[in-house]
T-cell receptor, first 112, second 111 residues
Framework: ELKVEQNPLFLSMQEGKNYTIYCNYSTTSDRLYWYRQDPGKSLESLFVLLSNGAVKQEGRLMASLDTKARLSTLHITAAVHDLSATYFC????????????FGTGTLLAVQP | NAGVTQTPKFRILKIGQSMTLQCTQDMNHNYMYWYRQDPGMGLKLIYY???????DKGEVPNGYNVSRSTTEDFPLRLELAAPSQTSVYFC??????????FGAGTRLSVL
């Protein structure tokens, strides 16, 4: 059974600082997604990572994938308050169904 | 662009009542999904569909039923509501193995 673990579960950081969120998963997978969720809102897709060594960047966020280590990271550079949200990684269990297993999420609070 | 539309946005049910959560998408996506999100947790897949007439169970299907008669619509039926079904329900759709796009969610309380 595929398990997806994120850490930390809660991250409070100051504006301007850098930090990394980690996503570990237990079995092989051919793709991994990162989503953002604002309080009381729906999920917004940030990145899809398709292969070992894949790196995607958008603004202050950069995601990477190491399929051999079964690890993805979401790196935040020079955090700003607008990045405050919950971030989820989701792992495709494989096959043609596009079924995802979500991590428990990381609540990011960026303090001024 | 409407995307994925869910109705209702909020609902309170009494134990034992039934209801249908509606989901429709206008992106001509063949795959659709229902998830539930409990407080402070990630999403868990309830049911999914890879096309009209084809549905299958996800991680937590007990107490729910689905149907998919058209490409656009994927309703989720709750029979005999229980307090354990209090949650936020999200519908999503995708074009095969691709990014899933989510609706705004339905907040359901069973009292």
């Amino acid at each position: 059974e595929l398990k997806v673990e994120q850490n930390p579960l809660f991250l409070s950081m100051q504006e301007g600082k850098n930090y990394t969120i980690y996503c570990n998963y237990s079995t092989t997978s051919d793709r991994l997604y990162w989503y953002r969720q604002d309080p009381g809102k729906s999920l917004e897709s940030l990145f899809v990572l398709l292969s070992n060594g894949a790196v995607k960047q958008e603004g202050r966020l950069m995601a990477s994938l190491d399929t051999k280590a079964r690890l993805s990271t979401l790196h935040i550079t020079a955090a700003v308050h607008d990045l405050s949200a919950t971030y989820f990684c989701a792992v495709d269990i494989g096959g043609a169904t596009n079924k995802l297993i979500f991590g428990t999420g990381t609540l990011l609070a960026v303090q001024p | 662009n409407a995307g994925v539309t869910q109705t209702p946005k909020f609902r309170i049910l009494k134990i034992g009542q039934s209801m249908t959560l509606q989901c429709t998408q206008d992106m001509n996506h063949n795959y659709m999904y229902w998830y539930r999100q409990d407080p402070g947790m990630g999403l868990k897949l309830i049911y999914y569909s890879v096309g009209a007439g084809i549905t299958d169970k996800g991680e937590v299907p007990n107490g729910y039923n689905v149907s998919r008669s058209t490409t656009e619509d994927f309703p989720l039926r709750l029979e005999l509501a229980a307090p354990s079904q209090t949650s936020v329900y999200f519908c999503a759709s995708s074009l095969a193995k691709n990014i899933q796009y989510f609706g705004a969610g339905t907040r359901l309380s069973v009292l």
